[in-house]
């Protein structure tokens, strides 16, 4: 019988080393290869997998959605480095307002100290990244509001890099406020319904200047959009992983990008 030991044993120990160089060496092969193809010009990211990850490690839910707030933290390093210019993460759509009170709690007081916590980011102003929220402000207290345009405010000047976070984000809710903001363009006669074309509703979505997702990410095994830039996602790319997203690892990310490389966009044609 063996007794539980908290400490690696030396075996183990070295297996964990040459692992860990075995992937240090395919990460740096990829980032290379990367690095000398077209990156998607706009990622978008469905995190998913925060409560699953805490329940397969024996953590409070909590602690899952804190470790996906980490993890995002670092997602942030990885595509700085291989140029990624745009990122959208989907951080809680219209629906996850259905969860149980004490978890929305928890999530939105996540949200206030981090998009406080972006708009102070030294990353943030080294590499000028401007930071926006997409989706319906309406649903949000008002702390959340505040530490949202808090974010914006500092970093609006700024355009070599774009990170949105979606939340309070539904894809159909997106395309119906665009609908309406035409509607009343039409009614106020600024707007003749001949003129609307894709641009036209592209510019009223949440997203508006913003160019359309090159390749749209989920985590956790699901192979769902889940209601998340539907208009936009039209001629995306789609991939879908394994982990769940606190466990994601630079080497899961940067394979992801890597496949989107190696695959040809026809747009119909
Ligand atoms: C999906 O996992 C994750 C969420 C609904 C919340 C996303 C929030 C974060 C990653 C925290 C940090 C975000 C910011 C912007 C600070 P899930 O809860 O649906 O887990 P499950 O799929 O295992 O049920």
Redesign the pocket.
């Known amino acids: 019988m063996t007794t539980p030991s908290s400490k690696p044993t030396p075996r183990r120990g070295i297996a964990d080393t040459l692992a860990q160089v075995a992937g240090g060496a395919v990460e740096q092969r990829l980032l290379k290869e990367i690095r000398a193809g077209p990156v998607p010009r706009h990622l978008a990211i469905i995190?998913?997998?925060?409560?699953?990850?805490?329940?397969s490690h024996g953590l409070e839910r909590e602690q899952?959605?804190?470790r996906?707030?980490d993890?995002?933290e670092e997602l942030l390093d990885w595509c700085l480095e291989v140029g990624l210019r745009t990122l959208t993460?989907?951080?809680?759509?219209t629906e996850?307002f259905h969860r149980e009170r004490a978890e929305v709690e928890e999530?939105m007081r996540?949200?206030e100290?981090?998009?406080r916590r972006i708009g102070d980011d030294p990353r943030v102003h080294q590499h000028q990244i401007r930071v926006r929220a997409l989706g319906n402000r309406a649903l949000l207290p008002p702390p959340v509001v505040r530490a949202i345009e808090y974010a914006e405010m500092r970093t609006q000047g700024y355009d070599q890099y774009r990170y949105n976070?979606a939340?309070a984000y539904g894809g159909r809710e997106d395309i119906l406020q665009a609908i309406r903001t035409i509607a009343t363009e039409v009614k106020e006669g600024k707007l003749k319904p001949e003129e609307i074309d894709d641009r036209v509703v592209s510019s009223r979505l949440y997203t508006q200047d913003l160019p359309d997702p090159d390749l749209i990410f989920r985590t956790?095994g699901?192979e769902r959009i889940s209601n998340f830039l539907l208009w936009q996602s039209a001629y995306a790319e789609l991939y879908f992983c394994d982990v769940?997203?606190p466990g994601l690892r630079k080497l899961d990310f940067l394979r992801a990008i890597h496949a989107y490389q190696l695959r040809r966009r026809r747009y119909g044609t």
């Open positions: 995190m998913d997998g925060n409560r699953r990850y805490a329940e899952g959605h804190l996906g707030k993890k995002l993460v989907y951080a809680l759509s996850n999530l996540l949200f100290e981090n998009f976070i939340l956790s699901e769940l997203w």
